[in-house]
Each structure stands twice: as C-alpha cells, then as structure tokens.
C-alpha cells in the first residue's frame, strides 16, 4: 500500500471527470492510495498520521480505506466504492433503475438498456457506468453498446464484467 503520486492521482481525477462529470472538488476531502492496481479512497481527516502509517508500514497494509478502482489502468470501478458519491455529483454515463431492475442487478441479471426509461438514462459511451436507484448510487455496470446490454458489476455475482 502505497500514496498514490500526484501524476497518478491526476489521471484517476481527469477519468473520473470525463468519464462520470464528477468533480475534482469532491477529492479534496481524501486522500489516494494505491496497493497493486487498485486504488483506494481515504478520509484526510488525520492527514500527517494516515501518511506516516502508511509510509511506515508499506509493505504490510493490503487494504485501507474503500476501493474505487480495482484496475486503475484500464479504469475498472469498484462498485462498492462508487457508492460513496452522491448521485447529484454524477454528470453522465448513469442509469437510473426501477425497482425490479435494482433487484435483477443485485442478482447479477443483464438489464436491457431498451427497458430503461429514455429520461432516466444519460448513456455516452461503452463502458462502465453508474446504477442509481432511488436517488442513491447502488453500484456499476458495464454498457455494453452494440448489444444493448447492462451487466452488472458485481464480483460474487458477475466475473463477466472484469
């Protein structure tokens, strides 16, 4: 577990920016963390204290903070950390879903895009976009364009979508 450098940082924030249209400003509040590809989201409240554990025990911490990307090269989300966000700070590549489509993407069911209701859906390209159900993030999905499909990104239910 590292401190993520400020380069690094800068791409997660550019492809958050212009994948979602969340803003940087949201981040101010967090400090980034990387362990392998993944990275992680952590509270700056103890700023100087998180740096010095972190910088201190490298080698030994495998997880802090909530997961964001699991693969922060090809920008794969963690859906468990896209929660985090209010849904009012998503911009687009977002969905929002009906309550049997909440349920079908806890089971780990493909949604239909055509099932979506056209203004609740903001669609720009494939690739991972946001579930929003009841004015609350509940995760990602992966759109898949040409098919028409919406393919939940859940690990226990889908290893279809990594």
């Known amino acids: 577990m590292k401190i993520m450098t400020e380069s690094e940082q800068n791409r997660l924030l550019k492809h958050l920016e212009s994948r979602f249209g969340i803003s940087e400003k949201i ?5 980034f963390l990387s362990q ?6 952590i509270s700056n409240d103890k700023k100087a204290e998180i740096k ?28 468990l950390g896209f929660c985090t966000f209010d849904f009012k700070d998503i911009m687009h590549n977002f969905v929002v879903i009906e309550r049997q489509q909440a349920k079908d993407y806890f089971e780990g069911t493909t949604i239909d895009v055509k099932k979506i ?14 579930a929003i159900y009841n004015e609350t993030i509940i995760g990602t999905l992966l759109f898949e364009k040409k098919q028409g499909k919406l393919i939940p990104n859940i690990v226990y239910k889908n290893k279809n979508v990594k």
Request: charged share 20%.
């Open 52 to 79: 010095k554990i972190i910088s201190q025990n490298a080698e030994t911490i495998k997880s802090a903070g909530i997961e964001l990307f699991s693969d922060n090269k090809r920008f794969i989300p963690c859906s």
């Open 36 to 41: 392998g590809n993944s990275s992680f989201l």
């Open 27 to 31: 981040f101010s509040k967090f400090i």
């Open 117 to 130: 209701i056209d203004n609740h859906k903001n669609l720009l390209s494939d690739g991972y976009i946001i």
